[in-house]
Every structure is written in structure tokens, then in C-alpha cells.
């Protein structure tokens, strides 16, 4: 069974940085695409980025282009976001998932992942 661990999370002060990481067992993950989402309160879940396992392709949402980064240590199974000049709109919840079909495009629905980490919580202050 597949299985994703995110940690990472923190509490930062704007224009600061955190880097999450998203350790992934239970699988072989060489066609999977894995994912970043976030929800803040009262908000829906939204697409944050993703990129193939296999490396090549990799999407940002508009709102984190230039500040946040993906990155993988494929030997580890392990999948990061660096984040750079957070902003308290960044706050929310931050879960990794994985889709693991071999799909033409990079997907930014949820529910087209399959796998789900518990989450971990991001707050940037003012």
C-alpha cells in the first residue's frame, strides 16, 4: 500500500522560507506523478505543483511561480517543495499526493490522485 508522509510544516515570519518534504513507500513510483495541494480555512483545496516522478514535466499553480521550487531524491523516495518569500496568503494545510497513471498531461484536480498524505500545517505571519 502505498504511503505518503509529509513534514516540514512550521510557522514563519513573511518573506521567509520552509522546504516540505513528502517521503513516499509502498510503491513503484517511476510513472507516477506526484503532487502538492494545499487548503486554507474555509477554503477549498487547491492545486500548489507537481511534477513527474520520472522527472521532465512539472507545473506550478500562477500564485507560486518564482518562490516555490520541486525537487526529488529518487533514492530516498522522497519528494520536496522548497518554498521561498512566503506570503500569509501561503497559509494553509499542505498535503502531497500521488497519481500514479500514466497520463498525458500533469493533472491539477484532486481527485485524479489516488494517494494522500495526513498533511502539515504551513503558517506565514505577518
Known amino acids: 500500500q502505498v504511503q505518503l508522509v509529509e513534514s516540514g510544516g512550521g510557522l514563519v515570519q513573511a518573506g521567509g522560507s520552509l522546504r516540505l518534504s513528502c517521503a513516499a513507500s509502498?510503491?513503484?513510483?517511476?510513472?507516477?506523478?506526484m503532487g502538492w495541494f494545499r487548503q486554507a480555512p474555509g477554503k477549498e483545496r487547491e492545486f500548489v505543483a507537481a511534477e513527474r516522478w520520472s522527472g521532465g514535466t512539472t507545473l506550478y499553480t500562477d500564485s507560486v511561480k518564482g518562490r516555490f521550487t520541486l525537487s526529488r531524491d529518487n533514492a530516498q523516495n522522497t519528494m520536496y517543495l522548497q518554498m521561498n518569500s512566503l506570503k500569509p496568503a501561503d497559509t494553509a494545510v499542505y498535503y502531497c499526493?500521488?497519481?500514479?497513471?500514466?497520463?498525458?498531461?500533469?493533472?491539477?484536480?484532486?481527485?485524479?490522485?489516488?494517494?494522500w498524505g495526513q498533511g502539515t500545517q504551513v503558517t506565514v505571519s505577518s
Open positions: 509502498g510503491g513503484t513510483f517511476g510513472s507516477y506523478t
Open positions: 499526493a500521488a497519481d500514479p497513471l500514466p497520463r498525458a498531461a500533469i493533472q491539477v484536480m484532486g481527485g485524479r490522485y489516488t494517494y
